[in-house]
């Protein structure tokens, strides 16, 4: 396998203009507050990409009962008009993002390009970059760098990054960040690979970036400042369940990890910390830490069983302390058992321990500034490939499962 990575210019991709159909797809749920501001963004970034072909714009919504279909209709815009939809029960983010890749195709766009519904900082320069970094016949995906509140990005950070690191040596800062780019040749490839049922759901976007990288296809990251949008954190007994469980898949389907080396993070050092800082909500914090706190006392020693680096976690009011040094022996225990057979188990045991984890990491950067924050997660993603290179672990085609339920976490999760 071969990652092929590189980074654009944010200046240089924006001097010429594209051949062929762009379209810009916007995945949609409730996002009535936001969507007509990003159809507008949308709509001037392809008049300012200046292709040779007036470009469409296509929303796809699952289920929205807020009024987001109409409030797009209604938003005037040069570019041209699209609605896929799709119902509310058992769908999700990948649901539409699948569905505007096949519009994509009947349409013979020649790329695509989403722009999440909720984002509330997307300029129109970012459609030209994006749709101008996957030129080409092979099959190409643009993925975002953008600077984030540090209260933000907690899968990113903690989840995807080490774990891609450590899997296939990968060192890109915003894998699973939303507004991405595909040329046709990528989309094509897609509908080849396995779709475990989480792919349809939050675990979309880690499931086309890993497996881009599993196959060696290019990658090619693209600076787009900052990014504002509503925060996910009240979702996060969910949704990163959904995103490991479609990374795992993956991870299941190699024979063997292959992690990065440690000087290939020192030779790409992120920069993905923004200087601006909002924390968040403490009343959500609380019913997090609570909810998280009655699944520990339920598996707490199952989880130790199945995670022998946990016996170590000292206390912290919030639950556990997982302190940088420990983050990676866990990430690289979950591994092992995925690798003996106990997908489930590791998948939600995990996210006990990756909550607590995202809580010492707030306390860890107390006071530290953005240049500071980025080499302590760069150190967590290079220490997590560390941690698997020194370990003997093999996927012989473990067991995984069919679909996607919740699990353990079905009872911890009221009120997410």
Not at 83 to 105: D, I, P, Q
Not at 251 to 274: I, K, Q
Not at 313 to 327: F, K, S, T, Y
Not at 353 to 377: C, K, S
Request: overall charge negative; proline content about 6%.
């Amino acid at each position: 396998m071969s990652v092929v990575s590189e980074m654009v210019d944010a200046v240089g991709t924006a001097s010429a203009a594209t051949t062929g159909l762009t379209m810009v797809g916007i995945p949609t749920r409730n996002e009535a507050a936001t969507v007509s501001t990003v159809a507008r963004t949308a709509d001037a970034g392809l008049a300012l990409a200046g292709s040779d072909r007036p470009g469409v714009i296509v929303l796809a919504d699952n289920g929205s009962t807020d009024g987001t279909v109409e409030r797009f209709l209604e938003t005037e815009v040069r570019a041209r008009k699209v609605v896929v939809r799709s119902g509310g029960e058992g769908t999700g983010k990948g649901t539409n993002v699948f569905a505007l890749m096949e519009k994509a195709m009947d349409l013979g766009a020649s790329r695509l390009v989403l722009i999440d519904g909720d984002i509330r900082s997307a300029e129109p320069e970012w459609v030209g970059r994006l749709a101008r970094a996957v030129e080409g016949a092979a099959p190409t995906m643009a993925a975002p760098i953008y600077r984030r509140n540090r209260y933000e990005a907690n899968s990113t950070n903690h989840l995807v990054c080490p774990l891609l690191g450590a899997l296939f040596g990968s060192t890109l800062q915003q894998p699973i960040a939303g507004d991405f780019a595909f040329n046709r040749a990528f989309m094509q490839r897609v509908t080849a690979w396995p779709r475990p049922a989480s792919a349809s759901l939050y675990g979309i976007d880690v499931w086309l970036t890993a497996n881009a990288l599993r196959e060696g296809h290019r990658v090619v990251e693209v600076p787009l400042g900052r990014k504002i949008h509503n925060s996910p954190f009240p979702k996060i007994l969910f949704l990163p369940q959904q995103v490991l469980d479609a990374l795992l898949h993956i991870a299941a389907a190699t024979d063997r990890p292959r992690p990065a080396s440690a000087s290939l993070f020192a030779a790409e050092p992120r920069d993905a910390v923004d200087a601006a800082a909002k924390r968040q909500d403490p009343e959500v914090v609380a019913w997090v830490t609570r909810s998280v706190g009655a699944y520990l006392t339920t598996y707490g020693s199952d989880i130790v069983s199945l995670f022998p680096a946990a016996a170590g976690l000292g206390p912290a009011p919030w639950g556990l302390r997982v302190r940088l040094e420990d983050w990676p022996l866990l990430l690289a225990d979950c591994l092992e058992g995925v690798a003996a057979g106990e997908f489930e188990r590791s998948r939600d045991h995990l996210i006990a321990l990756y909550v607590n984890r995202v809580m010492t990491f707030w306390d860890e950067i107390d006071g530290l500034g953005p240049q500071e924050i980025d080499a302590v997660l760069d150190r967590q993603t290079s220490e997590t490939a560390r941690a698997v290179r020194e370990r003997s672990i093999l996927f012989d085609r473990p067991r995984v499962p069919s679909g996607f339920d919740p699990g353990r976490w079905a009872e911890f999760q009221s009120g997410a």
